[in-house]
């Protein structure tokens, strides 16, 4: 079985082309910064995952992903290979990705933008509709559980 389930940050935005013909193909290719679970001498470390999506998929990134965003992806690995202008045999490994989402909200996407380019150009605000309720979330990000709201669950 070749599956794999990454969750990472784009490096760069999507580079999009289309295949020649009646029937273009998208075809979108991009790096995915995927962080390490252990730290090396205490600092964070990142493997750099290549990527490419077609059709539909590609037409998705093409549209609402860019530089920045987390975005979790499944698909497959596929290796391949080339020679270059100097004659030598490149190996190729990237992921073909099968589905994509987003993995936050818009709202943290745009702050992580705007904290990454400081200086840069400010992210667009938030309606107010939009905005968590302060009570709805406790300050580790988890949503508060009324008491005695286990009688209800089917599965308790």
């Not at 750099?48 to 037409?59: H, K, L, Q, Y």
């Not at 936050?104 to 904290?115: D, F, L, N, R, V």
Request: net charge negative; glycine share 8%.
């Amino acid at each position: 079985m070749n599956k794999v389930i990454l969750m990472g940050r784009l490096t760069r935005d999507p580079e999009v082309r289309y295949s020649a013909g009646e029937n273009a193909l998208a075809i979108a290719r991009y790096t995915l910064a995927v962080d390490r679970r252990f730290k090396r001498d205490g600092e964070a470390t990142a493997d750099f995952i290549n990527c490419v999506s077609f059709g539909r998929t590609a037409e998705f990134a093409e549209r609402y992903f860019h530089k920045g965003i987390r975005i979790t992806i499944c698909g497959r690995i596929q290796t391949g290979s080339y020679t270059n202008r100097e004659g030598q045999k490149v190996y190729t490994t990237e992921v073909v990705v099968e589905e994509q989402e987003f993995a936050e909200s818009k709202a943290a996407s745009q702050g992580y933008a705007a904290s990454a380019n400081a200086g840069a150009s400010a992210p667009q605000s938030m309606p107010m509709a939009d905005m968590p309720t302060p009570s709805a979330a406790s300050a580790d990000g988890f949503m508060n559980i009324p008491d005695g709201i286990d009688e209800e669950l089917p599965f308790s």
